[in-house]
């Protein structure tokens, strides 16, 4: 059932999962397929809201391929039993058309959905949680935290910051006016803002404090995806793209109606106009920090079911997960982990979690976190 903020929801639930992309809908699913009652999927804005944010040209950099019946689930798909690939037509969906497919799965998934519903605040009471919401309080036994990083752009720090533009806030490279555009930043989002702005014709200057572009890492989470690198070998070869490596930009100035950049090693540089900001995104879980530990490297501190270890009942899904040093920051990593959390959640409820053996038969389920110990999982 996918509902808006009108229409009602009960005022105690099983499970709360706050968040309404892949992450969300798709661990709603599973919890749907072990016939956990009062699960519900709260969502500030609309299914696949951060989809529908990306700049109207911005793809999907995993290409999808309706491999499932072959035991090769498409890499975008949420459950092994749908495909983007092959509902959207589409290799490289937008963001809109993915938001399409998320739209489409929670439907055919019959999971609930309560759209339009801001949470802003999860208190532990009496073995519960109590979350408050823009629609009033409600309770749950178990919370599973689904929120993503893309509402939580970061400027990495970046003194006069607000004199430039974030990737996450441009609706279309369209909009930008200048015939000479700086990025800051030359990871996934610094390059597809570079290709997307030399499309519309834009003489485009990426900076970088490093060269992300050479590096050769083999996980795709700590390097550009082979769609990124492919795209950007074709287009530099015909459009204006100059790639600067090793500036570690520390100021924005403001100069007139654009920037002077400032780089630590004394360089600097004239914007026409506000340089677009590729700096990235902080973790989702800024809003319920409280009740999580971080390590070293900022990650949330999980135990084996991606339970949170400050906070027994709240769980994490999604891009934020980490285990040993390994992201599951791409869909068809972190999807791996639905299965784990809704069997500890079942369990724990007493449920016959065998329905699960179709999600290792679908190779939907990693719970041996060893294989993260060494190369395998990356080649
Ligand atoms: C430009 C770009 C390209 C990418 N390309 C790929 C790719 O090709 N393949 C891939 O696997 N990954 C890709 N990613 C990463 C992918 O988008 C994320 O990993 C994915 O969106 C995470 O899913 P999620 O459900 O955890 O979070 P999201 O999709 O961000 O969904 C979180 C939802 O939670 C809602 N929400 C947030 N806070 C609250 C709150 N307090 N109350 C209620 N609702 C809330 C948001 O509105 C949003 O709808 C890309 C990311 C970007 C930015």
């Not at 290709?195 to 200057?205: E, H, P, S």
């Amino acid at each position: 059932m996918i509902c808006d903020a009108e229409t009602g929801f009960p005022d105690h639930l099983s499970v709360a999962i706050v968040g309404a992309g892949p992450a969300g809908i798709g661990v709603a699913r599973v919890l749907r397929d072990l016939a956990i009652p009062d699960v519900w999927v709260f969502e500030r804005g609309q299914i696949g809201q951060s989809f529908r944010d990306w700049p109207k040209e911005t793809r999907l950099l995993t290409p999808s391929f309706p491999g499932n019946v072959f035991g090769v689930t498409d890499l975008n798909a949420i459950s092994f039993d749908s495909s983007p690939g092959w509902s959207l037509r589409s290799e490289h969906p937008s963001g809109a058309a993915y938001a399409q497919y998320l739209d489409q799965a929670a439907d055919m998934f019959g999971v609930n959905v309560q759209c339009g519903i801001d949470v802003r605040a999860v208190e532990p009471v009496d073995n519960a949680f109590k979350l408050e919401t823009s629609r009033g309080p409600v309770t749950a036994d178990y919370v599973i935290w689904a929120c993503g990083h893309f509402g939580a752009p970061t400027d990495a720090g970046l003194l006069g910051s607000e004199l430039g533009r974030h990737y996450g806030t441009v609706e279309s490279w369209d909009d930008i006016e200048e015939d000479e555009v700086f990025v800051i930043g030359g990871y996934e989002s610094g390059i597809d803002a570079a290709i997307g702005l030399a499309q519309k014709g834009k003489n485009v200057i990426v900076l970088d404090r490093g060269a992300p572009w050479l590096d050769g890492d083999k996980d795709p989470s700590r390097s550009l995806s082979p769609y990124t690198q492919q795209r950007l070998d074709t287009f530099r070869r015909c459009l204006s793209i100059t790639l600067l490596p090793d500036v570690e930009v520390i100021a924005l100035e403001q100069e007139g109606s654009g920037a002077h950049i400032l780089a630590a090693d004394g360089r600097s540089w004239l914007s026409d106009g506000p340089p677009v900001l590729a700096t990235g995104f902080v973790g989702g879980t800024q809003r319920v920090s409280q009740w999580f530990e971080y390590g070293e490297d900022g990650v949330p501190l999980l135990t084996a079911q991606d339970e949170s270890t400050a906070m027994p009942g709240l769980f994490l899904v999604g891009p934020e997960v980490s285990h040993q040093g390994h992201l599951f920051c791409f869909i068809y990593k972190f999807r791996q982990r639905f299965a784990v959390v809704a069997r500890a959640i079942a369990a724990r409820m007493g449920a016959d979690t065998s329905v699960l053996e179709m999600y290792y038969e679908n190779n939907m389920f990693l719970d041996d976190l060893t294989c993260c110990d060494d190369d395998k999982c990356l080649c």
